[in-house]
């Protein structure tokens, strides 16, 4: 059957930019023993038994010669750590093992560290496809790790998560003309904070600290000194005043010091406000043993999005 209509080639990469991937790094050696590496996302298990893997490169690829005399190669799916890693190795013209640490590998290939699998393979076919080579490798030996795995789809990286079901506590079934339901995301971030809050509210009450002054101190602990103008700047998305009036409260009480109209934590303070953020750090860990790797990673990715789209344009806390 013929095609009705000619592909728009970049049309057609982003139909097929739908679907999304894995991203790996393949590597081998040259005759020489010079490593060679390649990222790319067209990794795909081709049976169990035997054990096969496929992935494929580009006929004008400059590394081409050096994986068809291989004759073996190692596949690394990359973490989402490694996203920096995958950027190096889609680039040419570097040396792109330059300061990385290899481990010992049963291949004759380079083996990459810190990746969330790797399979060590050798050639067992090799087929033209179309603009690629299809290179089908036996695995040889393979390991995972717990680390969340880095996705490529629609021209970027992702990150995987798992769907959730509804909320147990929650009816699953609402009335159609209801404008209140468990999907409203300002429900679900208000409901999650409120949750997450319980378990260090008992810290705050320990050391007579509200939640503002909580937001004070935490933003102090980061970056200090800071004037009036700047502590409410980076606080505005609380929608609390803390002006003056309260900084000289926080002052009063012997949290904070204050020196040529510009505020710091006090020994009293910072001590508070560390207690604090342990306390949440305990309960995140909590919250994070309750999840899968993938799920908290997959969470934190989404938050801080969340945050970037919908920022008014509050002073960036963690840049210079």
């Not at 920096?84 to 300061?99: I, P, T, V, W, Y």
């Not at 208000?190 to 600290?209: E, S």
């Not at 790797?293 to 919908?310: D, F």
């Amino acid at each position: 059957m013929e095609c009705s209509r000619p592909f728009d080639p970049r049309d057609f990469r982003q139909a097929l930019g739908m679907f999304a991937t894995g991203v790996t790094i393949v590597t081998a050696r040259m005759d020489d023993g010079t490593p060679v590496g390649v990222t790319a996302n067209s990794f795909n298990s081709v049976s169990l038994e035997p054990p096969l893997v496929l992935w494929s490169l580009a006929r004008n690829a400059r590394s081409l010669a050096a994986f068809r005399g291989a004759g073996q190669w190692n596949v690394h799916i990359l973490s989402r750590e490694q996203e920096a890693l995958s950027n190096r190795f889609a680039r040419a013209g570097e040396d792109k093992f330059s300061g990385l640490e290899l481990e010992a590998a049963v291949t004759s290939a380079p083996l990459l560290s810190g990746c969330s699998a790797r399979f060590q393979c050798r050639t067992q076919f090799e087929y033209e496809g179309g603009d690629h080579v299809i290179f089908v490798g036996e695995v040889l030996d393979y390991d995972r790790s717990e680390r969340t795995p880095l996705l490529y789809v629609t021209g970027g990286y992702a990150l995987a998560t798992r769907a959730a079901g509804p909320v147990a506590t929650e009816p699953q079934s609402q009335p159609a003309s209801a404008l209140f339901s468990e999907d409203l995301l300002g429900y679900l971030l208000g409901r999650a904070h409120y949750q997450f809050l319980t378990a260090v509210r008992p810290m705050l009450d320990r050391h007579g600290l509200a939640e503002a002054d909580f937001f004070v101190l935490a933003l102090l602990s980061v970056r200090e000194p800071l004037g009036a103008d700047g502590i409410a700047a980076h606080t505005a998305y609380t929608g609390i005043d803390l002006g003056p009036v309260a900084l000289q409260a926080l002052c009063a009480r012997g949290l904070l010091q204050e020196r040529d109209q510009a505020f710091s934590l006090s020994e009293r303070g910072r001590d508070a406000i560390l207690h604090v953020l342990a306390a949440a750090k305990a309960a995140e860990a909590d919250i994070a043993a309750r999840l899968d790797p993938v799920e908290a990673a997959a969470l934190r990715n989404l938050l801080k999005r969340l945050i970037a789209v919908s920022d008014p344009g509050l002073p960036k806390l963690w840049t210079a």
